[in-house]
């Protein structure tokens, strides 16, 4: 069986105007061995507060964990309230996913 392995990089910078950006980008297979991951890297920037960029462009897969896994966090950026949660680089597939199960104006920056 393939190790299941997500990885992701966090370059924390600040915008023009002075707020905070972090941008996360991804690697790998976001599913339910590897979701934990994603939150753990994410959810302290939420807390942080600023502008959160999540690049997911380089996921070769996302399953309905993983898919999860992004619908909370941007629940809890919203709830927050003092952040925002993008993401960016969505393949087709996941676009796909996200007009099947209406997500797709949680998903709008």
Same mark, same amino acid.
């Given at each position: !069986?393939?190790? @299941?392995?997500?990885?992701?990089?966090?370059?924390?910078?600040?915008?023009?105007?002075?707020?905070?950006?972090?941008?996360?980008?991804?690697?790998?297979?976001?599913?339910?061995?590897?979701?934990?991951?994603? *939150?753990?890297?994410? *959810?302290? +920037?939420?807390?942080?507060?600023?502008? #959160?960029?999540?690049?997911?462009?380089?996921? @070769? =897969? #996302?399953?309905? !964990?993983?898919?999860?896994?992004?619908?909370? +966090? *941007?629940?809890?950026? #919203?709830?927050?309230? =003092?952040?925002?949660?993008? $993401?960016?680089?969505?393949?087709?597939?996941? @676009?796909? +996913?996200?007009?099947?199960?209406?997500?797709?104006?949680? $998903?709008?920056?």
């Amino acid at each position: !069986m393939e190790a @299941q392995e997500l990885w992701c990089e966090v370059e924390k910078t600040t915008e023009d105007n002075g707020g905070r950006l972090a941008t996360v980008t991804c690697h790998g297979r976001l599913v339910a061995g590897t979701s934990e991951a994603i *939150k753990a890297t994410v *959810k302290p +920037l939420i807390t942080d507060g600023g502008r #959160i960029i999540v690049d997911v462009g380089d996921l @070769q =897969y #996302i399953d309905s !964990m993983g898919l999860g896994a992004l619908v909370g +966090l *941007k629940v809890s950026a #919203i709830g927050a309230g =003092y952040c925002t949660l993008e $993401f960016k680089n969505l393949s087709d597939r996941l @676009q796909a +996913l996200l007009r099947i199960t209406n997500l797709t104006d949680l $998903f709008k920056s």
